[in-house]
T-cell receptor
């Protein structure tokens, strides 16, 4: 049973560009959450998707948007990249209240 | 609002000894869950253990146990018989179940770096 997968593993972008990160949840999991983790910090919640709709959102600007597909996979889009967007982006999936499994993350560097 | 506090930036332990990583939380909601994760240098967050606010007994998963003291709002992680592979960053996190919903975000603490010495 495959766990949560994310792509790409690493990404380097220039300020002002746009980026799309992808996530496939653990088999059978219908809820996908995205987190941003700056170096040396705990992850910060960006948003959560369920049944293809954004169900909850953290304190992130509208430059951060997402999508969930019918197969429960998800994308995170960031527009007009800033240097401060450099971070590890983690995707997590869950089916029950007592679980949330994370993927390996995508390390984004903005230059 | 909820908050997680991990006051130990770094901890050291000798191989085969036990270690306790501290976590305190702040919420006025009576219904919540507490999680511990391990994050090695590779970056992946590995789920270790879960404790629900209404669970009567402390959670255990192999060498991991959670010392849940509800009145003190603490949820310390105890790792028994430490191994070299336990060296990593450890995060405590909380999820609220306000209004009967179960999809609340996880709020994380700042983490504790554990180093296991041979």
């Amino acid at each position: 049973d495959a766990g949560v997968t994310q792509s790409p593993t690493h990404l380097i972008k220039t300020r002002g560009q746009q980026v799309t990160l992808r996530c496939s949840p653990k088999s059978g999991h219908d809820t996908v959450s995205w987190y941003q983790q700056a170096l040396g910090q705990g992850p910060q919640f960006i948003f959560q998707y369920y049944e293809e709709e954004e169900r909850q959102r953290g304190n992130f600007p509208d430059r951060f948007s997402g999508h969930q597909f019918p197969n429960y996979s998800s994308e995170l889009n960031v527009n007009a990249l800033l240097l401060g967007d450099s971070a590890l982006y983690l995707c997590a999936s869950s089916l029950a209240v007592n679980e949330q499994y994370f993927g390996p993350g995508t390390r984004l560097t903005v230059t | 609002a909820q908050k997680i506090t991990q006051t130990q930036p770094g901890m050291f332990v000798q191989e085969k000894e036990a270690v306790t990583l501290d976590c305190t939380y702040d919420t006025s909601d009576p219904s919540y869950g507490l999680f511990w994760y391990k994050q090695p240098s590779s970056g992946e967050m590995i789920f270790l253990i879960y404790q629900g606010s209404y669970d009567q007994q402390n959670a255990t998963e192999g060498r991991y146990s959670l010392n849940f003291q509800k009145a003190r709002k603490s949820a310390n992680l105890v790792i028994s018989a430490s191994q070299l592979g336990d060296s990593a960053m450890y995060f405590c996190a909380m999820r609220l179940y306000a209004g009967g919903t179960s999809y609340g975000k996880l709020t994380f603490g700042q983490g504790t770096i554990l180093t296991v010495h041979p």
